[in-house]
């Protein structure tokens, strides 16, 4: 019975430590999803609107900028993670970020302040980008760091799990919204509520952070490298980030297409309603609430490196057809088909993208490391691609775009799988030496 009790007491401190920790990273996915369902919305009221397609794509834009300060935050955030603590990282960043929702959600329209809307959008999305420099790696460090060895896997991958709950939070709150309120009610103040509701979430969400304790393996560290060390030591990996560059841009592509894009993209593209668009990015997210632990729980059994290079063969072999099929003859069914199928790739390849990146970084860098190979992909990758996909479709009038962007994009994941492919399941949760690519 004593057994019992420590049991049952050691899971429930094992849940309430995940708990904390992925809370904030819910509150970051949520802002950015709840950004890219009402991008249409936003660019209508914040933006200049003399042109639909221009204000939209300058809503894309501003979307995109975000993800160019996250380099900038994953170099002063991670190696703060790394100098003072996994704990303090995640309690700095999540400030941020709060300030950044509490800008966007909160701006008068265009037609009230004028450009200085646009402006005050540009400077949260700034502060978001920033903080998720090194909000992500250091969500994926700790888990890693507080889980038995034989199960990192799946404790990383709850990182990636936590976004989808935000997919499914935001879409739930987009089709309770669009069946209460009429379009112009939607127009003027319907599309604040989620950013309303994520700013209600935060003083919350930061007592639940204020009480995680710190990692033991941080903890039983003898010594803290400083910010010029951490970059030091990451130069001389410059083989090592430039692989997990590689194996992350798939994620950069794909995450925002099949979620925060799709959503926009049924309606806006196909004509279906956005109901139903709601409704499907629902069912991915439910979908990749299986499938990502699932996954990482898998690829603690069988190993990384086989289920990462038949995710990124098969998206890259299918995603153009599939869009294509899709666009031919719009329709629900075809819509939730297409999603449920690549929602499902990418959760098998996310799954196991966590912890891979988190194994093949140096552990005294970790953090830094894994934000800064993160924040660059996605500066350059992410956060434009439903802007450069917009422009596609207009320049070339194929509303397959999407599924071509995936592909270029899984054929460099594959690639650099198979560069990373030995040092895959190797967990230092010591500090060593890291490993070295082309030599």
Same mark, same amino acid.
């Given at each position: 019975?004593?057994?019992?009790?420590?049991?049952?007491?050691?899971?429930?401190?094992?849940?309430?430590?995940?708990?904390?920790?992925?809370?904030?990273?819910?509150?970051?996915?949520?802002? $950015? $999803? @709840?950004?890219?369902?009402?991008?249409?919305?936003?660019?209508?009221?914040?933006?200049?609107?003399?042109?639909?397609?221009?204000?939209?794509?300058?809503?894309?834009?501003?979307?995109?900028?975000?993800?160019?300060?996250?380099?900038?935050?994953?170099?002063?955030?991670?190696?703060?993670?790394?100098?003072?603590? %996994?704990? &303090?990282?995640?309690?700095?960043?999540?400030?941020?970020?709060?300030?950044?929702?509490?800008?966007?959600?909160?701006?008068?329209?265009?037609?009230?302040?004028?450009?200085?809307?646009?402006?005050?959008?540009?400077?949260?999305?700034?502060?978001?980008?920033?903080?998720?420099?090194?909000?992500?790696?250091?969500?994926?460090?700790?888990?890693?760091?507080?889980?038995?060895?034989?199960?990192?896997?799946?404790?990383?991958?709850?990182?990636?799990?936590?976004?989808?709950?935000?997919?499914?939070?935001?879409?739930?709150?987009?089709?309770?919204? %669009?069946?209460?309120?009429?379009?112009?009610?939607?127009?003027?103040?319907?599309? %604040?509520?989620?950013?309303?509701?994520?700013?209600?979430?935060?003083?919350?969400?930061?007592?639940?952070?204020?009480?995680?304790?710190?990692?033991?393996?941080?903890?039983?560290?003898?010594?803290?490298?400083?910010?010029?060390?951490?970059? %030091?030591?990451?130069?001389?990996?410059?083989?090592?980030?430039?692989?997990?560059?590689?194996?992350?841009?798939?994620?950069?592509?794909?995450?925002?297409?099949?979620?925060?894009?799709?959503?926009?993209?049924?309606?806006?593209?196909?004509?279906?309603?956005?109901?139903?668009? $709601?409704?499907?990015?629902?069912?991915?997210?439910?979908?990749?609430?299986?499938?990502?632990?699932?996954?990482?729980?898998?690829?603690?059994?069988?190993?990384?490196?086989?289920?990462?290079?038949?995710?990124? &063969?098969?998206?890259?072999?299918?995603?153009?057809?599939?869009?294509?099929?899709? @666009?031919?003859?719009?329709?629900?069914?075809?819509?939730?088909?297409?999603?449920?199928?690549?929602?499902?790739?990418?959760?098998?390849?996310?799954?196991?993208?966590?912890?891979?990146?988190?194994?093949?970084?140096? &552990?005294?860098?970790?953090?830094?490391?894994?934000?800064?190979?993160?924040?660059?992909?996605?500066?350059?990758?992410?956060?434009?691609?439903?802007?450069?996909?917009?422009?596609?479709?207009?320049?070339?009038?194929?509303?397959?775009?999407?599924?071509?962007?995936?592909?270029?994009?899984?054929?460099?994941?594959?690639?650099?799988?198979?560069?990373?492919?030995?040092?895959?399941?190797?967990?230092?949760?010591?500090?060593?030496?890291?490993?070295?690519?082309?030599?």
């Amino acid at each position: 019975m004593q057994n019992a009790d420590v049991r049952k007491e050691t899971g429930g401190s094992m849940t309430a430590k995940v708990a904390r920790v992925i809370c904030g990273n819910f509150l970051e996915m949520f802002d $950015f $999803f @709840v950004y890219g369902f009402y991008a249409s919305t936003i660019s209508k009221v914040l933006f200049p609107s003399d042109d639909p397609y221009f204000a939209l794509l300058l809503s894309w834009v501003t979307f995109g900028v975000g993800f160019l300060m996250r380099p900038l935050g994953a170099i002063v955030l991670g190696a703060f993670a790394d100098k003072h603590g %996994r704990r &303090a990282g995640l309690l700095l960043s999540l400030a941020l970020m709060s300030a950044g929702v509490v800008c966007i959600g909160f701006v008068p329209s265009y037609a009230s302040i004028g450009i200085a809307a646009p402006v005050i959008v540009l400077l949260g999305r700034l502060l978001q980008g920033f903080s998720a420099g090194a909000e992500s790696g250091t969500v994926s460090v700790y888990l890693a760091e507080i889980a038995p060895p034989a199960r990192r896997g799946l404790f990383a991958s709850l990182q990636t799990w936590s976004q989808q709950v935000a997919v499914i939070f935001a879409s739930s709150i987009g089709i309770a919204l %669009r069946l209460t309120l009429t379009p112009e009610q939607m127009t003027g103040w319907g599309w %604040r509520v989620p950013f309303i509701i994520g700013s209600a979430l935060i003083p919350f969400l930061l007592v639940m952070r204020r009480s995680i304790q710190e990692t033991e393996e941080f903890q039983n560290r003898r010594r803290h490298p400083g910010l010029g060390e951490i970059w %030091r030591t990451l130069l001389i990996n410059w083989r090592l980030v430039g692989v997990a560059m590689m194996m992350i841009t798939l994620t950069a592509v794909m995450f925002y297409l099949v979620t925060a894009y799709m959503a926009g993209f049924g309606a806006d593209e196909l004509h279906l309603s956005q109901i139903d668009s $709601f409704l499907v990015t629902i069912c991915t997210g439910f979908a990749n609430l299986l499938w990502i632990p699932v996954m990482g729980a898998l690829s603690d059994r069988i190993g990384r490196a086989p289920l990462l290079i038949a995710a990124a &063969a098969t998206i890259a072999v299918v995603s153009y057809p599939s869009m294509e099929w899709l @666009v031919a003859e719009p329709s629900l069914t075809r819509l939730f088909i297409v999603e449920m199928f690549l929602g499902s790739l990418y959760g098998m390849w996310q799954g196991v993208l966590i912890i891979s990146i988190v194994e093949i970084m140096p &552990a005294e860098v970790r953090a830094a490391g894994w934000s800064v190979a993160y924040s660059l992909t996605y500066a350059i990758f992410g956060g434009f691609t439903p802007a450069l996909v917009t422009w596609l479709i207009h320049e070339t009038g194929d509303k397959g775009m999407p599924g071509a962007a995936l592909v270029p994009a899984a054929i460099v994941g594959l690639i650099g799988t198979l560069l990373a492919r030995k040092h895959l399941g190797q967990a230092r949760v010591a500090a060593a030496p890291a490993p070295t690519f082309g030599k």
